[in-house]
């Protein structure tokens, strides 16, 4: 019914960056908030950044200053820069969002496969 597509994620040096993008599709009638969270091995899933559906954002503290987070609404796409990358960024990191279906009310939560960003010393 709706799916999430991430995209740009791979293997970098430290130090370099990288840009991931998830565009969503499907039966939406709107979208609320679009955001990233990652999961290294061993690890919770964390929450990266978050942006609402008004433009308020949130970032982790181990994020801050390194990643931007940023949205098309025209295109049902969110976008992770990042930057400065370190070998601790290093994980599967998960697209996420919060979508107001056609044929139904109330916000349903979608998930992306996941993408694995690899960052080397």
């Known amino acids: 019914q709706v799916q999430l597509v991430e995209s740009g994620g791979g293997l970098v040096q430290a130090g370099g960056s990288l840009r991931l993008s998830c565009a969503a599709s499907?039966?939406?009638?709107?979208?609320?908030?679009m955001g990233w969270y990652r999961q290294a091995p061993g690890k919770q899933r964390e929450l990266v950044t978050r942006?609402?559906?008004?433009?308020?954002?949130n970032y982790a503290d181990s994020v801050k200053g390194q990643f931007t987070i940023s949205r098309d609404n025209a295109k049902n796409t969110v976008y992770l820069q990042m930057s400065s990358l370190k070998p601790e960024d290093t994980a599967v990191y998960y697209c996420?969002?919060?979508?107001?279906?056609?044929?139904?009310?109330?916000?349903?939560?979608?998930w992306g496969q996941g993408t694995q960003v690899t960052v080397s010393s």
């Open positions: 996420n969002a919060g979508v107001v279906l056609i044929a139904r009310t109330g916000l349903y939560n979608f």
């Open positions: 499907g039966s939406i009638f709107s979208i609320n908030h």
């Open positions: 942006i609402g559906s008004g433009g308020s954002i």
